[in-house]
């Protein structure tokens, strides 16, 4: 997708494709230190480096999102543009229910995790099991560490399994998706893998009804 909406920008494309790879918003001097591995290269003198720095950072795809106290914040275009994509999509499935499971499906696999672990899910995490599951097809569940969200997880496994449904987890790591896949019984991979799945037309994930994203 990124491919598609790439602009014309006097940045240096790998300073810019570096630093975008990492992060959404960035200060100046992040940026002035990726343009300056790119143009140290060309043999310029500090004098010339600077000009291309301040020139460059006139430029259309740059956005100003925030003034700090010690440095500016910047975002670009492109970036904006993805997340407005994905707010969209957001947004649309927080419009729909075609997963929603019924109250007594998700009983059923509370009982089922009890019996299973011999653990008992809190107020609050049945709370998060009746969140995710009873409501809209987009859920958000936070907690700190040890609060039990993979004990949430596990139960909404248990949950869309019993309903024949395709689950899978996705994380930034390998090492996080194989704690995900031994923690809740997920198979879970990494979003790279969901990546190059979605590009090489992969039928397997055309199959998936509920993805979960572990985004620690």
Same mark, same amino acid.
């Given at each position: 997708?990124?491919? %598609?909406?790439?602009?014309?920008?006097?940045?240096?494309?790998?300073?810019?494709?570096?630093? +975008?790879?990492?992060?959404?918003?960035?200060?100046?001097?992040?940026?002035?230190?990726?343009?300056?591995?790119?143009?140290?290269?060309?043999?310029?003198?500090?004098?010339?480096?600077?000009? +291309?720095?301040?020139? %460059?950072? %006139?430029?259309?795809?740059?956005?100003?999102? &925030?003034?700090?106290?010690? #440095?500016?914040?910047?975002?670009?275009?492109?970036?904006?543009?993805?997340?407005?994509?994905?707010?969209?999509?957001? +947004?649309?499935?927080?419009?729909?229910? %075609?997963?929603?499971?019924?109250?007594?499906?998700?009983?059923?696999?509370?009982?089922?995790?009890?019996?299973?672990?011999?653990?008992?899910?809190?107020?609050?995490?049945?709370?998060?099991?009746?969140? *995710? &599951?009873?409501?809209?097809?987009?859920?958000?569940?936070?907690?700190?560490?040890? *609060?039990?969200? #993979? +004990?949430?997880?596990?139960?909404?496994?248990?949950?869309?399994?019993?309903?024949?449904?395709?689950?899978?987890? *996705?994380?930034?790591?390998?090492?996080?998706?194989?704690?995900?896949?031994?923690?809740?019984?997920?198979? &879970?991979?990494?979003? *790279?893998?969901?990546?190059?799945?979605?590009?090489?037309?992969?039928?397997?994930?055309?199959?998936?009804?509920?993805?979960?994203?572990?985004?620690?």
């Amino acid at each position: 997708r990124k491919e %598609e909406i790439k602009g014309k920008s006097d940045i240096p494309e790998n300073a810019i494709t570096r630093i +975008t790879a990492s992060k959404s918003s960035f200060t100046r001097q992040q940026l002035e230190y990726e343009i300056l591995i790119d143009e140290m290269l060309s043999g310029k003198n500090i004098i010339d480096l600077k000009r +291309t720095i301040n020139t %460059e950072f %006139e430029s259309e795809e740059l956005v100003l999102i &925030s003034n700090g106290q010690y #440095s500016d914040y910047f975002t670009t275009q492109q970036i904006l543009t993805l997340e407005k994509e994905l707010l969209d999509i957001s +947004t649309d499935l927080a419009n729909k229910q %075609e997963h929603m499971a019924s109250a007594q499906e998700l009983s059923d696999a509370i009982a089922l995790f009890k019996n299973e672990t011999g653990f008992i899910t809190s107020y609050e995490q049945t709370k998060a099991l009746e969140h *995710a &599951s009873l409501g809209s097809d987009f859920s958000i569940v936070q907690g700190s560490a040890g *609060a039990g969200k #993979s +004990t949430v997880m596990r139960s909404i496994s248990i949950l869309y399994q019993n309903k024949g449904k395709k689950i899978l987890g *996705a994380t930034v790591v390998k090492k996080a998706a194989n704690n995900l896949m031994n923690e809740t019984g997920i198979h &879970s991979v990494t979003i *790279a893998k969901i990546q190059h799945l979605i590009l090489n037309n992969d039928q397997s994930i055309k199959n998936i009804d509920v993805l979960i994203i572990d985004e620690a």
